[in-house]
DNA sequence: TTCCTTGGTGTACAAAATACACTTATCAGC
DNA sequence: GCTGATAAGTGTATTTTGTACACCAAGGAA
């Protein structure tokens, strides 16, 4: 059982939002709490830093606990130490977000908590315990920024996916400033010569099938390193 | 005197990039050590943060002690808490840059750490204290992306300023990028219609001379909250 | 066979970025 | 007071990039 005397002078957490994309909906990772304070609202997983621990290796864990999944894309936000953001006594958090590819996915996590975890799509994540309203929207808006930047899709979509299923991710993403046109869409993406055509087709679809795609990532690499704009 | 037993269970501290501008070089605020460890190196001034101080607060406060200023731009970077990276136990900081006018300004702080405080280029930034360099990497980097989305200029110029030491400083952030070009940058600089032409000139120079302008920071704050793309 | 649904494609126009060279105003030194 | 040195100031043509926009194609369902 946690008690806080243990972490007297002042405590260390990290917080990690978890997006994942699906049926063209953003979501993220929350957890309902079971104890008080803040007694059934809306949280987000995050935990002590452990005092041998990296701040990475923390979100790291705290992921893997809830989700089993490892090596996924994973950045540091901000830190968050007002006085008073939790009730019990100084609590500083380090947010972090990282991005997952939901399809196909259970909670396997080997944390008890993992059977209290929901995705939740973005816009219904409100309303969160203590200032995660406030970690969530700062995390989203560098998730926005740096989707201008760098191509993180292929951090969020199946290996194969179709330009449409691209295209909605981005919208989802940006929205609500941005209605991306199609063609110009594809134009610039298709110019990028990040994506592989891989010769195949939809299956089972009640109109014309999509080609799919997959990323190159070799290709992505190398335009992260010579410092490419994404701007979509 | 510091006792580290006072901080055992993990102890937290600010550090603070002091940005300046002078003599067509960016300069950052840096501090001689005088006890161990790293006695004699260079490094950020930095200050724990108190049980009842926000984050921002402690930011404020290590500049304020140490220059005198109030009311500077401060931003929050990112938080270093490697389990090794200070030598006497486990210190997890939270890295701040603030941009400061230095022009006609000796430090008048309150803390005798001032007296050991010394502008130093950019250039000569280097082997600093603990993992300062890091840091120092981290802000330098966030200045240059940041400097792209808002005219942060005039928190680092004099309140009247030429074109050309305009153009200096986005060439001293933005180095070795960029090398900008004359016409392009006033066509562009002058086209966004935050300058306010003075209609004074320079004086005591050997060569004909330059208006003056200075910012109008009501339009900047338009701007910006129109979400406004600073691109040079 | 028809209908419904989503996939896929090109062109014309507007806006923005870039490349580039000469004249002007002042002070210093003779 | 003339000359030279220095940085200030200025415009245009070209290329690149962004934007707006509408119809036919392919497959399954009825």
Redesign the pocket.
Known sequence: MFNFEDYAKSAFTVDNIIFGFDQGELKILLIKRGEPPYTNQWALPGNFVYPNEDLDAAAERVLGELTGLKDVYLEQVRTFGEVNRHPLGRVITVAYYSLVKIKGYNLKGTSPLSQKAKWVSIENATNLAFDHDQIFEACFRRLKRRVRTRPLGFELLPRKF????LQQLYEAILQPEKKI????F???I?SMKILVDLNE???????????LYKFDKKKYEKFVAEGF?F?I
């Open positions: 179709t330009l449409t299923e046109d199609k063609r110009n594809r134009k610039k298709l087709a939809q299956e089972g679809v009640a109109h014309r099938p999509a080609k704009n701007e």
